[in-house]
């Protein structure tokens, strides 16, 4: 955000996020509450709604790394099917995403009155996101941050899950 944010604010933040997430679609609860702690912690709205979208695609982006690592290791010791053949049946779900983006991509560049509420706030936070991205700093930080926050939550799943007895498992 420009300054420094309290560390333990901060981690409360995070932490209700996670509780809010149970509760809230995708990563709507992540956006939200990110804005508004940015904007109660001085930073411009034009700022914070640049940068919560931001966090949260890198955050797509590491969870599609880990993933995508996952599926190759996974798939290397295993016989018959592969994680590449399970992906077929997923195509009528992403072809319904696409008519959406199509259909909001027509409706923002042929409807006066939607592309007037759209657009603006859009180039703002698109300036604010580039602002970001054209810093190594901030990218390493928002990246890493991403990736050390999805490997610790994976390792204290795996300890929780190597922790329980054997037979409790099945």
Same mark, same amino acid.
């Given at each position: 955000?420009?300054?420094?944010?309290?560390?333990?604010?901060?981690?409360?933040?995070? $932490?209700?996020?996670?509780?809010?997430?149970? @509760?809230?679609?995708?990563?709507?609860?992540?956006?939200?509450?990110?804005?508004? $702690?940015?904007?109660?912690?001085?930073?411009?709205?034009?700022?914070?709604? =640049?940068?919560?979208?931001?966090?949260?695609?890198? +955050?797509?982006?590491?969870?599609?790394?880990?993933?995508?690592?996952?599926? !190759?290791?996974?798939? @290397?010791?295993?016989?018959?099917?592969?994680?590449?053949?399970?992906? +077929?049946?997923?195509?009528?779900? !992403?072809? @319904?995403?696409?008519?959406?983006?199509?259909?909001?991509?027509?409706?923002?560049?042929?409807?006066?009155?939607?592309?007037?509420?759209?657009?603006?706030?859009?180039?703002?936070?698109? %300036?604010? %996101?580039?602002?970001?991205?054209?810093?190594?700093?901030?990218?390493?930080?928002?990246?890493? +941050? =991403?990736?050390?926050?999805?490997?610790?939550?994976?390792?204290?799943?795996?300890?929780?899950?190597?922790?329980?007895? @054997?037979?409790?498992? %099945?």
């Amino acid at each position: 955000m420009g300054k420094p944010l309290p560390w333990w604010r901060t981690t409360q933040l995070q $932490y209700a996020i996670q509780l809010f997430a149970l @509760a809230t679609p995708g990563d709507s609860a992540r956006l939200l509450m990110t804005v508004d $702690y940015a904007e109660k912690s001085g930073a411009k709205r034009s700022e914070a709604v =640049g940068k919560a979208p931001l966090a949260t695609v890198t +955050g797509w982006v590491v969870d599609a790394l880990v993933l995508a690592i996952a599926g !190759v290791a996974v798939t @290397a010791g295993a016989h018959g099917s592969s994680f590449t053949n399970e992906l +077929g049946d997923a195509w009528p779900l !992403v072809a @319904a995403m696409a008519g959406v983006l199509v259909v909001g991509v027509l409706a923002i560049a042929f409807v006066p009155k939607i592309r007037a509420r759209v657009v603006p706030p859009l180039v703002s936070t698109l %300036t604010e %996101t580039w602002r970001s991205l054209k810093s190594p700093r901030q990218v390493l930080e928002i990246f890493g +941050g =991403g990736l050390l926050e999805r490997l610790a939550f994976s390792a204290s799943v795996l300890l929780i899950v190597a922790s329980l007895p @054997a037979n409790k498992l %099945t």
